[in-house]
Nanobody, 117 residues
């Protein structure tokens, strides 16, 4: 499984961004996809995940502002980010979990989101 993330950039606080993650390879083995982020000096944290059945989960810090969606036909998972805050600045990673995995075991290269105050 290969994952390609895109859509990051520099935006002012209060603005919006849409990140996309395109999967390729053995995509039929993917059970769940998601987004994580890591800011400098901090641990990687959950942003949002979505299963093949459409069940979503969000990190507490992004609930109500971020929306994850999945287009199975296009093998794309999007992350709509609204009401951006400076503390959302981080490298955002796309991840995938295959059917027999207990953790996310495929990762994209990351896309940078920078929010200015």
């Amino acid at each position: 499984v290969q994952l390609q993330a895109s859509g990051g950039g520099l935006v002012q606080a209060g603005g919006s961004l849409r990140l996309s993650c395109t999967s390729s390879g053995s995509i039929d083995s993917i059970n769940e996809m998601g987004w994580y982020r890591q800011a400098p000096g901090k641990q990687r944290e959950l942003v949002a995940t979505i299963t093949t059945g459409g069940v979503t989960k969000y990190g507490d810090s992004v609930k109500g502002r971020f929306t994850v969606s999945r287009d199975k036909l296009k093998n794309v998972v999007d992350l709509q980010i609204d009401s951006l805050k400076p503390e959302d600045t981080a490298l955002y990673y796309c991840a995938a979990k295959v059917l027999d995995a207990s953790e996310f075991n495929y990762w994209g290269q990351g896309t940078q989101v920078t929010v200015s105050s």
